[in-house]
């Protein structure tokens, strides 16, 4: 079947999130931010207000929040808060690669909003050793990073007996409309698993894990002790604790600009300074240089699109961007291959750009890729097709 792609936003039919189509073709995160129109806000605060009284505290945190110093960590932490008037603890995974405005708006945090701030930072060796395995075994150098962040929150909240749990937006359900509005969703395990790890855990990287999984060339030394930021904790150490997570996007109008200015303007939080090779947009993924390029890139070569589209989709949903305006993005930006990143990632890893290469193309979905003249050609929004580069041998 071939890609098709949605009639109101730019996003395609084969994606890396969960997504399907109506008769209209319409796609279901569209459908799911209609859904947004009916919300009572006021009653979802109410509701909001009614379940953090019973997580309230008068000797330990209330709430812990799982932060990336990134515009949408500032809104969480300023409701939480400001509007709230909770006392939480902030954890971050730090995964080696912000960018300095990132790295500056992550330690300005603990300083505005008053707040204790754990940061976990796993060695560097180990780092880049989960770099190299994850972009080899599943075509993706920052799984490690999805790991840490679904992981070291919650070890924090059961080692310092917190229940609640504050994310902000659920990502798929953001981007591919994988649940309603109506569901109120919470965090979950198997989501972690599942979806966010795409069925892979620590234990798949350990030299043991990858005996088992058939890939023992790809060892790098690493045990279980090296691992321990990514282990995720008991079903019995969590219902002890009764940790649980909710999304603050279930319970007011979530809009990722607006939490952007409100960074700004009260706590001088800076954008990127610089703009990405990529995305038009210069206010998200600070907290890692790389998630806007390579590990963005690797999302173009599996499944013909980038961040741009994205990045268009919310704003077209939003209403500040046609969708003529948007298509213009995704040919402008989606198939750029990013020099800067790979000029810093190459030799961090200890990989010339032919191995890149030649990983990158085994991880194409030969639903959305195929073979003509020796190019890699597909199918892109407009009905055009695009060629996009040699296939290497």
């Given at each position: 079947m071939p890609v098709t792609y949605c009639s109101v936003c730019v996003m395609p039919s084969i994606s890396a999130t969960p997504l399907t189509f109506d008769a209209g073709h319409v796609c279901s995160a569209c459908r799911v931010y209609g859904q947004r129109r009916d919300v009572d806000w006021a009653e979802r605060r109410a509701w909001l207000d009614e379940l953090v009284a019973a997580y309230r505290s008068d000797a330990n945190y209330d709430v812990v929040i799982p932060v990336s110093g990134g515009k949408d960590s500032y809104y969480q932490t300023h409701f939480a808060v400001k509007e709230l008037g909770l006392k939480p603890l902030l954890v971050t995974y730090h995964g080696n690669n912000y960018l300095p405005e990132g790295e500056y708006n992550l330690h300005r945090m603990r300083e505005v909003f008053d707040c204790d701030h754990i940061v976990v930072r796993p060695s560097v060796e180990t780092l880049v050793k989960m770099n190299r395995l994850g972009f080899r075994i599943q075509g993706d150098m920052n799984w490690h990073a999805h790991c840490g962040i679904f992981t070291v929150p919650i070890q924090v909240a059961v080692r310092y007996r917190v229940p609640l749990i504050l994310w902000g937006e659920h990502g798929f359900m953001d981007l591919g409309g994988m649940y309603s509005m109506n569901d109120l969703v919470e965090f979950t395990a198997k989501h972690r698993l599942e979806h966010a790890l795409r069925g892979y855990d620590w234990h798949d990287f350990t030299d043991e894990g990858l005996e088992k999984l058939g890939r023992p060339e790809?060892?790098?030394?690493?045990?279980?002790?090296?691992?321990?930021?990514?282990?995720?904790?008991?079903?019995?150490?969590?219902?002890?604790?009764?940790?649980?997570?909710?999304?603050?996007?279930?319970?007011?109008?979530?809009?990722?600009?607006?939490?952007?200015?409100?960074?700004?303007?009260?706590?001088?939080?800076?954008?990127?300074?610089?703009?990405?090779?990529?995305?038009?947009?210069?206010?998200?993924?600070?907290?890692?240089?790389?998630?806007?390029?390579?590990?963005?890139?690797?999302?173009?070569?599996?499944?013909?699109?980038?961040?741009?589209?994205?990045?268009?989709?919310?704003?077209?949903?939003?209403?500040?961007?046609?969708?003529?305006?948007?298509?213009?993005?995704?040919?402008?930006?989606?198939?750029?291959?990013?020099?800067?990143?790979?000029?810093?990632?190459?030799?961090?890893?200890?990989?010339?750009?032919?191995?890149?290469?030649?990983?990158?193309?085994?991880?194409?979905?030969?639903?959305?890729?195929?073979?003509?003249?020796?190019?890699?050609?597909?199918?892109?929004?407009?009905?055009?097709?695009?060629?996009?580069?040699?296939v290497v041998g």
């Open positions: 790809a060892k790098e030394g690493l045990r279980p002790k090296d691992l321990l930021w990514a282990q995720y904790p008991s079903d019995d150490a969590i219902d002890e604790v009764g940790v649980r997570g909710i999304y603050l996007g279930n319970f007011v109008d979530w809009d990722g600009e607006r939490n952007a200015r409100i960074a700004t303007d009260l706590y001088g939080w800076r954008a990127a300074e610089q703009d990405f090779e990529r995305t038009y947009r210069r206010i998200s993924n600070l907290d890692d240089m790389h998630e806007n390029g390579i590990h963005d890139y690797l999302k173009f070569v599996k499944f013909g699109y980038g961040r741009a589209t994205d990045h268009a989709c919310k704003d077209i949903r939003a209403g500040r961007m046609t969708r003529d305006e948007g298509i213009a993005m995704v040919r402008r930006y989606d198939h750029v291959k990013p020099r800067r990143d790979l000029e810093r990632w190459l030799p961090y890893v200890g990989m010339d750009e032919a191995e890149f290469d030649r990983t990158c193309d085994g991880f194409r979905d030969r639903r959305v890729w195929r073979v003509e003249d020796g190019e890699w050609v597909k199918d892109d929004i407009g009905g055009t097709v695009g060629r996009y580069g040699r």
